[in-house]
């Protein structure tokens, strides 16, 4: 089974509008972190925000918010007031403790695109 | 800053080819790691290191090795390239067990082999 599912390939969004990625994962660990990257054009992966499993509020990182829904299994990226600068693939990943090490499970990726 | 930085931003090889990727970190990061990317599947981890000469498989380590003879750099190896190892490849380090473990990555290497 998929560790990450993200079920949507792309996205459009209006600029200044808000957009939510959606994003599912699964584990049954009881501790874990979950994480969302930006990778513009360009190549370089940059990290948004991240999540534990026992944070009690919801992550946010200047526009970026993350919906944290743990018996759903989701961690949604919720991105406010869109920037055409914005425009990127968007992944989704995890971390288990139980692995003992600190690699990251990613999701498929989606397509984010501003529209003027 | 974190840098992570890969030698070659991009490369072509021919089959059979033995292919040297590079990656040198200047964090002092404990763990390093090469994923390779290709559409529609997202990153998928290749090897791992968690310290100096010591590594570890990740889901796709066929037809790959890896090196790590100092802390800072973590090579990727293809012994004998082939087609299907046309990608982009890249190379990530983090702190072991501190802070939230986010990686930091590399600008990425594409390969082609022909």
């Known amino acids: 089974a998929q560790k990450i599912t993200q079920t949507q390939p792309g996205m459009f969004v209006q600029e200044k509008e808000a957009v939510t990625l959606d994003c599912t994962y699964d584990t049954s660990d009881p501790s874990y972190g979950l994480f969302w990257y930006k990778q513009p054009s360009s190549g370089e992966m940059i990290f948004l925000i991240y999540?534990?499993?026992?944070?009690?509020q919801n992550a946010t990182e200047g526009r970026y918010s993350l919906n944290f829904q743990k018996a759903r299994k989701s961690a949604n990226l919720v991105i406010s007031a869109s920037q055409l600068g914005d425009s990127a693939m968007y992944f989704c990943a995890m971390r288990e403790a139980l692995t003992g090490a600190n690699n990251l499970f990613f999701g498929t990726g989606t397509r984010l695109t501003v529209i003027p | 800053d974190v840098k992570v930085t890969q030698s070659s931003r991009y490369l072509v090889k021919r089959t059979g080819e033995k292919v040297f990727l590079e990656c040198v970190q200047d964090m002092d990061h404990e763990n390093m790691f090469w994923y390779r990317q290709d559409p529609g599947l997202g990153l998928r981890l290749i090897y791992f290191?968690?310290?100096?000469?010591?590594?570890e498989k990740g889901d796709i380590p066929e037809g790959y090795s890896v090196s790590r003879e100092k802390k800072e750099r973590f090579s990727l190896i293809l012994e004998s390239a082939s087609t299907n190892q046309t990608s982009m490849y890249l190379c990530?380090?983090?702190?072991?067990?501190?802070?939230?473990?986010?990686?930091?990555f590399g600008e990425g290497s594409r390969l082609t082999v022909l």
């Open positions: 290191s968690y310290d100096v000469k010591m590594k």
């Open positions: 990530a380090s983090s702190y072991f067990k501190r802070g939230s473990g986010e990686l930091f």
């Open positions: 999540q534990g499993s026992y944070d009690q």
